[in-house]
């Protein structure tokens, strides 16, 4: 079933190729938006590829993520996903 191993590779190659952050293993899976989101922060600081800010290194894989997720991801994980968003803003300072 060559259709089902390629949905559940796309976010391992986000892990493992993206030329932006090299990221912690399975943060996008962390129970709380908090720890997401300060997992995220901790990779785009420490990142030596990304091309942009921190911040919107961070808020850009994120986006990517739930974006490429799609349907497939259950309503409660996309908002605990959406809430990082918001966690990230505040942990660089952009209290919008």
Do not use: C
């Amino acid at each position: 079933m060559p259709g089902t191993h390629g949905k559940s590779r796309w976010s391992a190659d986000v892990n493992e190729h993206s030329d932006a952050l090299d990221l912690e293993p399975k943060v996008f899976e962390k129970k709380t938006a908090g720890q997401i989101a300060a997992s995220l922060k901790r990779s785009a600081e420490s990142s030596d590829r990304r091309k942009t800010t921190a911040f919107r290194s961070a808020m850009s894989m994120l986006t990517f993520y739930i974006n490429r997720a799609g349907r497939s991801l259950p309503p409660e994980r996309k908002q605990t996903l959406e809430a990082a968003k918001e966690k990230l803003r505040k942990l660089f300072g952009h209290n919008h």
